[in-house]
């Protein structure tokens, strides 16, 4: 089963999988099969702060290393929840990106979101490590990038402002990286580098 919840042997979902290493063991009869236990890349930061810039550009410098994802691609129905947290569209995506790692590459997650978010979560059991890399950028120019975003993405001054208070507050639960004076291609090249480095590869040259 590509959904790591369900055992190949009597068909139960689990509602907390339970792992061993690199194996999963069903609650309900015992059945122990194994699976990739991959780290998992989460390049989280306040919206302005590059992230949507940069998964592009990452995937083409990592093409066939990594998979790079946008999470805002699922913030739509069910799954858009109201609750602290939003436990649903975390957990999906901590289910999809599982998934795409029985293929054998790890998904770098591009989207706002903090450790406390995704470390408590029954799927947080399916990788070996989840890393946290921060874009975040200076106060008055993420406030400038906001302000210039196109009308339909509904950035009034409120919602500004609770975005800069997640950029004060990301810094301290992640490891950061200013992107204000940045050139884009630096920024990718820092990015890389992390990720690389929790792959334990060589950067590229």
Not at 172 to 191: C, I, K, R, S, Y
């Amino acid at each position: 089963m590509l959904d790591l919840r369900i055992c190949p042997a009597c068909g139960d979902r689990a509602e907390r999988p339970i792992a061993t290493g690199e194996t999963l063991v069903c609650g309900r009869c015992g059945h122990r099969w194994p699976f990739r236990r991959l780290p998992l890349f989460a390049l989280t930061g306040p919206s302005g702060a590059g992230k949507s810039t940069v998964g592009p550009a990452l995937a083409a410098r990592m093409s066939g290393d990594v998979v790079v994802l946008e999470q805002d691609v699922l913030w739509t129905g069910a799954l858009r929840d109201d609750v602290p947290g939003h436990p649903a569209f975390r957990a999906a995506w901590l289910r999809m990106a599982a998934m795409l790692h029985q293929n054998g590459r790890p998904v770098v997650l591009c989207g706002t979101v903090a450790p406390p978010e995704l470390e408590p979560l029954p799927e947080r059991v399916f990788f070996a490590e989840v890393h946290y890399l921060a874009l975040v950028a200076d106060p008055a120019a993420l406030r400038r990038r906001l302000r210039a975003r196109p009308a339909w993405r509904e950035w009034d001054e409120e919602r500004i402002d609770e975005m800069l208070g997640f950029n004060a507050w990301i810094r301290g639960q992640a490891d950061h990286f200013d992107t204000t004076e940045v050139p884009l291609d630096e920024t990718v090249a820092h990015v890389e580098k992390w990720v690389r480095a929790g792959l334990k590869q060589p950067a590229a040259t």
